[in-house]
């Protein structure tokens, strides 16, 4: 039984080994970039910029005499939830542009609205207050598709455009 054992040559730092310095070299660079960039996803999920929790998952609208916190990020398909509260003494009343109902589905209204009309191109919700404000509302949302949500919330006849972005 005859075997060919080839001996590598003995490279400057003393080690037996035949082997490829350059390709090596090129897959540790690879990997160290990999790193680097599986280290900034993390820190962009702990931070909320992929939706469900962090700093800066969420967003809060000042819209006439009202607040209205609501996702920055959210995930397609997953349950949210936007909270309006009013200021004013005048009876609320929230209207949502249609684009909100082309992205969003609604789970459930807190309080359920005394009033749902539907008005152009969008839909109006009175509710009945009683007592000195502030009055809280909160809307259950869930994302239908991803991508960027655009839509219009109105509150005492002041709108201003929201932005959601919603993940798969």
Not at 24 to 33: A, D, H
Not at 48 to 76: C, H, I, N, Y
Request: glycine fraction near 8%; charged fraction near 20%.
């Amino acid at each position: 039984m005859s075997e060919d054992i080839t001996i590598p040559p003995m490279r400057e730092d003393g080690l037996q080994l035949d082997e490829h310095r350059r390709m090596q070299r090129v897959f540790w660079t690879v990997q160290r970039i990999s790193w680097v960039i599986f280290g900034i996803v993390c820190l962009v999920a702990v931070l909320g910029f992929t939706g469900s929790g962090g700093v800066f998952q969420k967003q809060t609208v000042q819209v006439g005499d009202a607040e209205v916190e609501l996702p920055r990020v959210a995930r397609w398909e997953g349950s949210d939830t936007m909270t309006v509260r009013f200021a004013a003494e005048a009876s609320p009343e929230l209207v949502l542009s249609q684009p909100f109902f082309e992205r969003f589905s609604m789970e459930r209204i807190q309080p359920e609205p005394q009033e749902a009309v539907l008005a152009p191109a969008a839909q109006r919700l009175r509710f009945h207050a009683e007592g000195a404000p502030p009055y809280q509302l909160s809307v259950g949302i869930r994302p239908m598709h991803f991508g960027w949500a655009h839509f219009d919330v109105t509150i005492g006849g002041e709108t201003r455009m929201v932005n959601v972005l919603v993940l798969p």
